[in-house]
């Protein structure tokens, strides 16, 4: 009972990972039908373009068994070879026609579901063997289906044949007063054109169990509510775990910004809740780097840092908002702040060069265009 309400609650319709999953286990929508209709249709169809191929390869081999001499045929060691050259000539003319079936047979499948090979579809499994689990499937739904089918194909079918009778009746009863061999070509005629039309009947057949077989995959593989939320935490993550991850990641970045400070020219601060650290070389980039930023306490980070490994640390609030809202870390500021940032670090390599006593003067007010200001 529980599992047929189970059933009930699988109202989601498959996911792209579970329909990916049962291919790789070899559950693919497959029309019986399909491969039957178009085996013996094609192979009727098949038949008609090349009778004449293969009559005349057949016609041969009778023609050259039939004139044995007495002696060939009393020859033991003349009869083997015989036999195999008659069947390598048999089988000439039947290739055209058996290549046409083989093709039929391997890509036909193909139609409904597309190629699959699964070796877990191969593997030997007990439960195949377990006559309750053969039984339920003779007696189950699917076996009551594969019997409808089965009743509606010989009723189509035998309908078709008989009708067919019908019509060439008189035909089938002057076979007996036609010559021999026009008698044979036109019996073999019928029977082409019978086989051909009553094959043409199983497309009806091949049309209603494809979408049927189509529909029946899809409900196989219908999800529940919680089965989908559980696919969607397998494959996206736990939300929690996720978080972790992200302020590892956070956690991460900050440390390889907090190791990139060091090596900074200079670093320009708000100066109490924006930092950004800039380096410049000519020889890697075409513009200074913002190696590290932040805000508040990573902020006053980064000036720790900098003060500790003696890296200038310049006041120019407007210019620090504008670099830290405008580029990323281990990214080139932009264009518009070329004149700025390269007045703030001519101005700290002079510090730098300067003599105790005579130092250089600050820039002028640094114009920050009105693209990159943020107040």
Same mark, same amino acid.
């Given at each position: ?35 039957? =209709?178009? *085996? ?5 169809? !098949? ?19 039939? /004139? ?7 020859? %033991? ?30 890509? !036909?499948?193909?139609? #409904?579901?597309? =190629?699959? &090979? ?21 007696? @189950? ?16 079918? @035998?309908? $078709? ?52 077989? &189509?529909? /029946?995959?899809?409900? /196989?593989?219908?999800?529940?509510? /919680? ?5 969607? %935490?397998?494959?996206? @993550? ?19 910004? =907090? ?29 200074? #780097?913002?190696?590290?930023? !932040? ?17 200038? *640390? ?18 080139? $500021? ?20 300067? *003599? ?20």
């Amino acid at each position: 009972m529980a599992e047929q309400n189970s059933q009930y609650d699988k109202t989601q319709e498959p996911t792209p990972k579970r329909l990916q999953d049962a291919r790789k286990k070899g559950q693919i929508p497959r029309s019986r039908e399909l491969n039957t =209709m178009l *085996v013996t249709f094609i192979g009727a169809i !098949g038949l008609i373009f090349t009778t004449e191929y293969i009559s005349q390869h057949l016609h041969g081999i009778f023609l050259h068994n039939f /004139q044995l001499p007495i002696s060939h045929i009393m020859d %033991k060691n003349y009869l083997i070879p015989h036999l195999t050259e008659s069947g390598i000539h048999a089988l000439i003319g039947l290739t055209p026609y058996l290549v046409l079936m083989f093709l039929v047979a391997l890509f !036909g499948p193909m139609l #409904i579901g597309g =190629m699959s &090979f699964s070796a877990s579809a191969m593997a030997f499994k007990m439960s195949r063997m377990n006559p309750l689990s053969g039984l339920k499937r003779m007696f @189950g739904l699917k076996g009551l289906v594969e019997l409808v089918k089965a009743l509606l194909k010989v009723a189509l079918i @035998g309908s $078709i044949v008989y009708l067919l009778l019908n019509v060439f009746t008189v035909e089938i009863i002057n076979l007996g007063f036609e010559p021999t061999q026009e008698s044979i070509a036109h019996s073999y005629k019928l029977l082409l054109i019978i086989f051909t039309v009553s094959s043409a009947g199983l497309i009806i057949v091949a049309l209603i169990d494809a979408p049927y077989q &189509f529909w /029946q995959h899809k409900k /196989q593989l219908r999800m529940s509510l /919680q089965e989908v939320k559980d696919e969607f %935490k397998e494959t996206e @993550g736990n939300p929690e775990n996720k978080g972790r991850l992200r302020n590892l990641q956070r956690e991460l970045a900050q440390k390889r910004m =907090m190791e990139a400070v060091p090596d900074a020219d200079v670093v320009i601060t708000n100066p109490t809740h924006f930092a950004v650290a800039l380096k410049y070389d000519a020889e890697k980039s075409s513009a200074p #780097i913002v190696v590290a930023k !932040g805000i508040d306490f990573l902020a006053e980070k980064i000036k720790q840092i900098a003060l500790k490994n003696e890296v200038n *640390v310049y006041c120019a609030p407007a210019l620090a908002r504008a670099v830290y809202y405008s580029t990323e870390v281990d990214k080139e $500021i932009p264009s518009g702040l070329y004149i700025s940032v390269a007045k703030v670090l001519a101005y700290v390599l002079q510090l730098k060069n300067a *003599v105790p006593g005579n130092y250089p003067n600050p820039p002028d007010e640094l114009e920050i265009p009105n693209e990159f200001r943020t107040e």
